[in-house]
Nanobody, 123 residues
Framework: VQLQASGGGLVQPGGSLRLSCAAF????????MRWYRQAPGKQRELVAA???????NFADSVKGRFTISRDSANNTVYLKMNNLKPEDTAVYYC??????????????????WGQGTQVTVSS
């Protein structure tokens, strides 16, 4: 299963961006879709997650500013980022876990990462 992320860019503090991540392949079901980020010199951190049931959770640093949503029909997850701050600058990665079809009614767990998209918040 491959992921294609898009939507990053340069934005001024206080601005907004929406990231998208679409999953492609023989997908049987998606369990959870997540967004991580990694700033220079820092460890990758979980930003937001959404389960198949629609439950969400967010890092404390983005609560009230970021929302996560999904289009289940198209296996796509979105991260809407509002009131962006310079400290939000990072490469953002999507991560998806679920089951893929192997054929003949057989499935297998998968976990995939997107290629990363740069978000830069600067005046």
């Amino acid at each position: 299963v491959q992921l294609q992320a898009s939507g990053g860019g340069l934005v001024q503090p206080g601005g907004s961006l929406r990231l998208s991540c679409a999953a492609f392949g023989n997908i049987f079901a998606i369990t959870v879709m997540r967004w991580y980020r990694q700033a220079p010199g820092k460890q990758r951190e979980l930003v937001a997650a959404i389960t198949s049931g629609g439950s969400t959770n967010f890092a404390d640093s983005v609560k009230g500013r970021f929302t996560i949503s999904r289009d289940s029909a198209n296996n796509t997850v979105y991260l809407k980022m509002n009131n962006l701050k310079p400290e939000d600058t990072a490469v953002y990665y999507c991560n998806v876990e679920g089951e893929k079809n192997l054929g003949s009614g057989v499935t297998s767990d998968f976990g995939s990462w997107g290629q990363g998209t740069q978000v830069t918040v600067s005046s």
